[in-house]
């Protein structure tokens, strides 16, 4: 009994208080303690490369490669999707994805309008109008590229084309120097498939052109020059409108007062559609010549003749008022006084 109330008393609080504050403890709670510290150190030690690498590592490249999605359809001309994700070889650390089409190892496969058992037919019109001998293109459009074929317009305007692929198809029309479409047809052609086109044209009015075109001011008593143009706008060979120089045009230019006419008065066009004449200007108003070509006559307005301007003047410079030195000591002029009337 006496013995385990010597141990309770060691191991009270009070007791232990005690030997703590003079100094006194347990021995094996100190080892432990620096067991524990040295074990921490070393784990931490052996980790050191972790967590140097975790903020000095470059980041790596990361790739990343879509299949893309596979659709269920009914028909289709479309192929496999050409594109794939990559990343920019600069960009490692701030990464963009790239979408680019990858043709190296893809085999193109040459576009075809024949082969199929389609049939696209129809009617070119202007108006009411059946249009004979009209250019027909029919144009077949893939992922591959394209395939165009043209065909003729019969007397009463049918046109037709059997044997045809299905798929994206554009048609239009036209006829070179007067016919033209404003709008191509594009549709959609199934296989085994019949379709009717009415293609309508609009027709073009081939016109000579003529425009003149002024060199500036005419000075009185000098000469000045117009450009007279001569341009013809018509459908071409396929299909366009365009403004093409007409050579060899033969136009009459007659001045009138107070120009007076130094070229012929007669004069053709070369190969660019133009042609030059040359006039003076006798007086000072408005300068005007009169053009005919064919039976086109236009009264056209040149830049008017004004006056020669005088040449630049510039003011001599001035020169300050010489003064009467003054002798030191000796008192200057008096100022200059105004006496009123009457003072």
């Known amino acids: 009994m006496q013995r385990l109330a010597t141990t309770i008393s060691v191991l009270s609080p009070q007791s232990l208080a005690t030997r703590i504050r003079y100094g006194i403890t347990y021995e094996p709670l100190k080892y432990g303690f620096a067991i524990l510290l040295i074990l921490s150190l070393t784990l931490m030690w052996l980790q050191r490369g972790f967590l140097l690498d975790s903020y000095q590592a470059e980041q790596e490249q990361v ?3 879509l299949r893309g999605v596979d659709l269920e359809v009914k028909k289709t001309d479309i192929g496999e999707s050409p594109f ?8 490692a650390k701030n990464p963009i994805s790239l979408a680019f089409a990858d043709n190296e190892n893809q085999e193109v496969e040459e576009v075809e309008l024949k082969g199929g058992e389609a049939t696209i037919g129809g009617t070119v019109l202007a108006g009411t109008e059946p249009i ?3 250019v027909v293109r029919i144009e077949r459009h893939t992922n591959d590229g394209s395939i165009s074929q043209d065909i003729r317009a019969t007397s009463n305007g049918r046109w037709s084309i059997s044997k045809v692929l299905g798929g994206r198809y554009r048609i239009r029309a036209w006829v070179p120097g007067r016919y033209m479409m404003d709008s191509s047809a594009v549709l959609y052609v199934e296989d085994e498939s019949s379709t009717s086109l009415e293609l309508q044209l609009r027709e073009v009015e081939s016109s000579v052109e003529l425009d003149v075109f002024s060199g500036g001011p005419i000075y ?3 000469t000045g020059s117009a450009v007279i ?3 013809q706008r018509t459908v071409d060979s396929e299909g366009y409108i365009t403004t093409q120089p007409v050579a060899g045009k033969l136009v009459e230019v007659t001045a009138q007062s107070p120009l007076s006419l130094l070229s012929s008065p007669q004069v053709l066009t070369n190969a660019r559609g133009e042609s030059t004449v040359k006039v003076r200007c006798n007086r000072i108003g408005a300068a005007r010549i009169l053009v005919k070509m064919d039976d086109q006559l236009e009264n056209v307005t040149l830049s008017p003749c004004v006056a020669i301007p005088p040449p630049p003047t510039t003011a001599p ?3 300050p008022s010489p003064t009467t030195p003054v002798a030191p000591g ?3 002029p008096a100022p200059a006084t105004t006496t009123p009337p009457g003072g």
Do not use: F, Y
């Not at 794939?84 to 960009?91: E, F, G, K, R």
């Open 317 to 319: 410079p001035t020169t």
């Open 84 to 91: 794939h994700i990559d990343q920019a070889p600069d960009t």
């Open 63 to 65: 790739s990343i490669n």
């Open 220 to 222: 009185q008593g000098l």
């Open 229 to 231: 143009s001569v341009t």
């Open 330 to 332: 000796v008192p200057g």
């Open 132 to 134: 004979s001998g009209a």
